[in-house]
């Protein structure tokens, strides 16, 4: 009987514990991973409402056009779409929340505390680069189009909303409904189309092959970019004792010519000036 008691002892001894399978907690997503991934998401709805429309219409997206009057020495366009009656060029923002903005405002806001560039005064760089590069004879023919997600609401101005506009902005599932409306107008006003089928080719092809594909270059565009956005973030400070100054003082000594394009804390300015 012992010998039997020993010999199931032993043989539970040797029997090997299974092994705990424990599954590691998924990496969180960083905020930027998470904004990249919305904005990929709009960018694909986009592509699709472009993928259908008119098979006489052309359009290029993701580009990357040579403009030296930029920070960065380059001009990134998010689409463009190129029809009888228009050359549509087309910014994409991903905001959520409220959108505060007109046209003599040179930075918008959101939801009241954001600041962001003027879409139209951006896009207007960007219509001034593929200008550069296309026949004079079709500069007219621009219509610029800012296109936000259903995650925002505009507060700005009205003319912005409407048709017979040439700035037009849209919430990004209606992009290609404003696309069709703008062109029915176009129509009634012009009776024969303002671009035949090779000027489109023509103007297709002169923006595909400035188009900039390489991957190095484009970081160095994004680079640029977010340097550019850390100095223009910074908080202002005075040309002599590099005191900080706000907003405020600022704007007062950019408009005053006597500073001649300075800032000056208050002391300061008044040294300036004498």
């Known amino acids: 009987m012992l010998l039997f008691l020993s010999f199931l002892k032993k043989k539970s001894e040797s029997k090997p514990k299974q092994a705990t399978i424990t599954s590691s907690p998924k990496p969180k997503r960083t905020d930027e991973q998470i904004a990249v991934r919305k904005g990929e998401l709009g960018e694909y709805k986009i592509e699709i409402q472009l993928d259908q429309l008119p098979k006489t219409y052309r359009h290029l997206s993701d580009l990357l ?20 009656y228009a050359i549509f060029t087309i910014e994409t923002k991903n905001y959520q ?20 560039m003027n879409p139209f005064v951006q896009n207007y760089g960007h219509i001034k680069a593929l200008s550069s590069i296309i026949d004079k004879k079709y500069h007219d023919w621009f219509v610029s189009m800012v296109s936000f997600t259903k995650r925002s609401t505009f507060k700005v101005d009205p003319d912005y909303r409407k048709i017979a506009s ?5 919430y990004d599932i209606e992009l290609s409904e404003f696309i069709h409306r703008k062109v029915s107008v176009l129509k009634i006003q012009h009776k024969e189309p303002l671009l035949n089928e090779s000027d489109i080719l023509t103007i297709y092809q002169a923006i595909a092959n400035a188009n900039i594909p390489d991957l190095t270059v484009r970081e160095e565009h994004k680079r640029a970019l977010k340097n550019s956005d850390k100095k223009t973030s910074s908080p202002p400070t005075c040309e002599v004792c590099d005191k900080s100054v706000s907003d405020k003082v600022r704007a007062y000594c950019l408009s005053n010519p006597t500073f001649k ?14």
């Open 65 to 84: 056009i040579p403009n030296p009057k930029a920070k960065s020495g380059y001009s990134q366009i998010d689409h463009v779409v190129i029809t009888p």
């Open 97 to 116: 929340g409220t959108i505060y903005g007109g046209k003599d405002r040179s930075t918008w806001l959101v939801n009241g505390k954001f600041k962001m």
């Open 166 to 170: 040439n700035e037009l902005i849209v």
């Open 261 to 274: 394009g300075k800032v000056y804390c208050y002391e300061h300015q008044r040294s300036v000036g004498k």
